[in-house]
Structure formats: structure tokens, C-alpha cells
């Protein structure tokens, strides 16, 4: 029921900047937490950063002070705003949606946005 279309990837060089988009669309009302995902060639998909409904942050020890994750509730919509890429930083990037209904959890994925960070 919740569409997550993600935007803003594309190819930087190293110690560039992207920002990063996830719009939601849908039955919306009831998404808690937002959070992005990335997943590397040949490695599993790991987390990146997650933001509650009311703003609390949580990241992965490797974009610490690099990555910004950031909500905006009235446009549905959750940012990733990454700096000093490296090249480590390349994979698929996806948003991820928390929801509850009827004391259920559910989760719904983007289908990603490439990030390439190259020389």
C-alpha cells in the first residue's frame, strides 16, 4: 500500500556530495520510521541511517559525520544527505518505510538509486 520512489543517485567523485530523495505515496498515515539501505555488489544490504516520526536519528559507524538523514512529514518524504563520499560508499541505495497497522509491522522498499562514487 506504500509506494517509496527514490531519487538524487547518480556518479561523483571522490569527497563529492549527493542528496538523496524518498518520496512516499500511498496509505502514508501510518509510517513510523524511515530509513535508507545500501547494498554493494556481491555484500548483503546493510543500513545506513533511520529517523523516526519525530526526528530521532540513528546511522552506521561508517557515515557517521559524513551523513545527514532528514524528514520532512507534511511532503512524506525522507533525505539522505551524504557528503565526502568515498569510493567505498558505491552500491544501490534504497528508502525503506516502517509501518503498523492493527498492531502489525510492515516494511516497504524503494527499488533503489544508484550511487557511484569514481574517479
Known amino acids: 500500500q506504500v509506494q517509496l520512489v527514490e531519487s538524487g543517485g547518480g556518479l561523483v567523485q571522490p569527497g563529492g556530495s549527493l542528496r538523496l530523495s524518498c518520496a512516499a505515496s500511498g496509505s502514508i498515515f501510518s509510517i513510523v520510521d524511515m530509513g535508507w539501505y545500501r547494498q554493494a555488489p556481491g555484500k548483503q544490504r546493510e543500513l545506513v541511517a533511520t529517523?523516526?516520526?519525530?526526528?530521532?536519528?540513528n546511522y552506521a559507524d561508517f557515515v557517521k559525520g559524513r551523513f545527514t538523514i532528514s524528514r520532512n512529514n507534511a511532503k512524506n518524504t525522507t533525505y539522505l544527505q551524504m557528503n565526502k563520499l568515498k569510493p567505498e560508499d558505491t552500491a544501490v541505495y534504497y528508502c525503506?518505510?516502517?509501518?503498523?497497522?492493527?498492531?502489525?509491522?510492515?516494511?516497504?522498499w524503494g527499488r533503489g538509486t544508484q550511487v557511484t562514487v569514481s574517479s
Open positions: 529517523i523516526t516520526r519525530g526526528g530521532n536519528t
Open positions: 525503506n518505510a516502517e509501518k503498523w497497522v492493527n498492531g502489525l509491522q510492515y516494511d516497504y
